[in-house]
């Protein structure tokens, strides 16, 4: 029997080279899924916190449950910056009953504006809050008491 080295060789790097390719565009599909899911995940986070920070508190006890639920998720999917702003806030909370959000929201908005291939920002975050209860002007007035 007569082995044909010219053609089993081509052959043979043609199978190895699609399957390592395939291989790698495996890997990079898993990883890119992983980072989209991340990233969906922290925007959810960061609307999350943002809207609990700007709501009335009515129901004192939702908005506990809901804010450990988001720090507990951060503590699954965050990274060290992010977990260390949960935690402390966790604690503010639970010692002050009260608690800045800004360096958690900080930490959430750098890690997403990063992920999505944008520049850091080093300035606060803007919000905005309106009452049902208040008419203010463009002027800046405030309604009579």
């Known amino acids: 029997m007569i082995v044909n080295w010219e053609l089993i060789i081509p052959v043979g790097m043609a199978v190895l080279g699609g399957v390592l390719s395939h291989q790698l565009a495996a890997w990079r599909d898993r990883a890119n899924k992983r980072r989209e899911y991340r990233v969906g995940y922290l925007i959810e986070v960061f609307r999350s916190i943002r809207k609990l920070s700007q709501q009335p508190q009515n129901d004192v006890l ?3 449950e809901e804010l450990d639920r988001l720090i507990s998720d951060i503590q699954f999917l965050g990274n ?24 958690l929201m900080d930490a959430l ?37």
């Open 62 to 64: 939702a908005a506990v």
């Open 80 to 103: 060290e910056e992010q977990i260390k702003a949960a935690i402390k806030l966790g604690e503010e909370v639970s010692k002050k009953r009260t608690a800045d959000l800004s360096p």
């Open 109 to 145: 908005r750098n890690e997403l504006r990063k992920e999505l291939g944008r520049s850091r920002h080093q300035g606060g975050i803007t919000r905005l809050k309106a009452s049902k209860k208040a008419d203010v002007s463009l002027t800046g007035k405030q309604p009579p008491v």
